[in-house]
């Protein structure tokens, strides 16, 4: 885990924490700070939603810093959608 990018041990970190909010409301349904940790976990699964694309882009600059790294260049064209409004 020391190697792996920052970004990558975060997105460690906030599954963690998710899952200890989720087995938090398991275990006390009926507690009075449930309202608290549901938004808590909402937030947390929102940001995981985030720190996944991160920690891929965080992988895809590491292996790109090594040397002699091989790029495979795409061979199709990107998808790319008019930034101008169609004409109809």
Excluded at 33 to 42: F, G, Q
Aim: hydrophobic share 45%; aromatic share 4%.
């Amino acid at each position: 885990m020391v190697d792996e990018p920052r970004e990558v041990q975060r997105l460690h970190r906030m599954k963690v924490n998710a899952n200890k909010f989720m087995d938090r409301i398991a275990v006390h349904p009926e507690h009075s700070k449930i309202s608290v940790w549901t938004k808590c976990l909402k937030d947390l699964v929102a940001g995981i939603a985030i720190a996944e694309h991160e920690a891929a882009a965080a992988q895809v600059k590491q292996e790109l810093a090594k040397e002699g790294v091989e790029i495979i260049v795409p061979v199709k064209h990107f998808a790319v959608e008019a930034t101008e409004p169609a004409v109809g």
